[in-house]
Every structure is written in structure tokens, then in C-alpha cells.
């Protein structure tokens, strides 16, 4: 059974700083890994995907790497800004496109 | 284009009572997913329906049942709620192209459902 794991749970870094945070997943047969974003009391919106065959996806100040052969997974956030404060899930597809969640990792910019 | 809607937003039950809580999307997805969200727990599929006609059992079905009603709407039914069940559904669809590993998955508000 897939297992998806986030470290931190929860995290606090002053404006400016770059971070990343970690995502390791036990099963390497995965047909991708997407990064979420989640505001408190809102739905979940996509950041990236990165397909099984890719090492990274970046997005603006968001960059994504994957390791399927070691499981792991990392987001860095270049200059962080309070607007990035929220939690951060990863997930990875198997068959049928179903989602594995991490717990999540709650993210905190102090001004 | 509203992508995925829920309803309700948020909802009340006391044991034993039963609702439908319904989803919908406009972007034309084959697939849809009901996951719940505990606190602790991350989010976990409850059933989907990787295209319009078909569904399938996620990791926790127990308690629940869907309907994949057409191809825009998916819904799910707690028969007889129990406390349990209180948590924070979330609907999503993709596009679900057979051999497509790159359809992100886009999700609805969520419904905030307590059962006392």
C-alpha cells in the first residue's frame, strides 16, 4: 500500500527566506506527483505535476524536483512572501489517476 | 466556466439521518473523485468514477454511495450518518485520457459536514 510522507508537519520562516519542503512516498510505480496548495477553509489547487519520466517542474518561484527511485520528492519556494503562507500536500497518482496525500506540510511567513 | 461546485457548503446531521451531497463539473472531465479530509489524516478517496457509467471503491467506502449521474455530475450519499462521517468533503475531477499521466486533478470547496 502506498504511503505518502511530509516533513515538517509544520514550518515558520521570516519573509524572504527560500525553503523547501519534503515528500517521500514508499511505492515507486507512480504515474506522477503533484504539489497542492491549500487556504484555510478552501478547496486545494494544483501548483505543479511532474510526470514519472521528469526530474523537475518549476512555476515562477516554485520549483518541484522528483527521485522515483529513492521516493522523494521536494518544492522549493524561492523569496518567500506571507501570501505563501498555507498548506502544502503532495500527491502521487497510480492507476486510474487516484490520488496518495501526504499530511501536508502547514506553512507560516512571518512579515 | 465555475470548474467543480459542491453542495452544501456546510451541513448539520444528527445519527442515523441521511443526505446527498452533490458535485458537478463544466470542464468536460471523464473522471471524478469524492475524498474526505480529517484532521491528522490528509485526504482519503472514498469512490470515484474513472468515466461516465463506472464507479469504484476508494480506501474508505464504508458508510457511503455514490452516483455517477451523468457526465457532469457525481454524487455522494451517507445512507445513515454516523458520527464518524463528520469531516470535510471534497469533490474533484480530471480529464482522465486513457495513458494521459499528465491530468491534473482540479477540486471543489469542499462541504463541511458534522454529524452529532
Known amino acids: 500500500k502506498q504511503e505518502v510522507t511530509q516533513i515538517p508537519a509544520a514550518l515558520s520562516v521570516p519573509e524572504g527566506e527560500n525553503l523547501v519542503l519534503n515528500c517521500s512516498f514508499t511505492?515507486?510505480?507512480?504515474?506522477?506527483l503533484q504539489w497542492f496548495r491549500q487556504d484555510p477553509g478552501k478547496g486545494l489547487t494544483s501548483l505543479l505535476l511532474?510526470?514519472?519520466?521528469?526530474r523537475e517542474q518549476t512555476s515562477g518561484r516554485l520549483n518541484a524536483s522528483l527521485d522515483k527511485s529513492s521516493g522523494r520528492s521536494t518544492l522549493y519556494i524561492a523569496a518567500s512572501q506571507p501570501g505563501d503562507s498555507a498548506t502544502y500536500l503532495c500527491a502521487v497518482v497510480q492507476g486510474a489517476q487516484k490520488l496518495v496525500f501526504g499530511q501536508g506540510t502547514r506553512l507560516t511567513i512571518n512579515p | 466556466n465555475a470548474g467543480v461546485t459542491q453542495t452544501p457548503k456546510f451541513q448539520v446531521l444528527k445519527t442515523g439521518q441521511s443526505m446527498t451531497l452533490q458535485c458537478a463539473q463544466d470542464m468536460n472531465h471523464n473522471s471524478m473523485y469524492w475524498y474526505r479530509q480529517d484532521p491528522g489524516m490528509g485526504l482519503r478517496l472514498i469512490y470515484y468514477?474513472?468515466?461516465?457509467?463506472?464507479?469504484d471503491k476508494g480506501e474508505v467506502p464504508n458508510g457511503y454511495n455514490v452516483s455517477r449521474l451523468n457526465k457532469r455530475e457525481f454524487s455522494l450519499r451517507l445512507e445513515s450518518a454516523a458520527p464518524s462521517q463528520t469531516s470535510v468533503y471534497f469533490c474533484a475531477s480530471t480529464q482522465g485520457r486513457r495513458g494521459h499521466s499528465t491530468d491534473t486533478q482540479y477540486f471543489g470547496p469542499g462541504t463541511r459536514l458534522t454529524v452529532l
Open positions: 468514477s474513472a468515466s461516465e457509467g463506472t464507479t
Open positions: 511532474i510526470q514519472s519520466s521528469q
Open positions: 511505492d515507486s510505480a507512480i504515474y506522477n
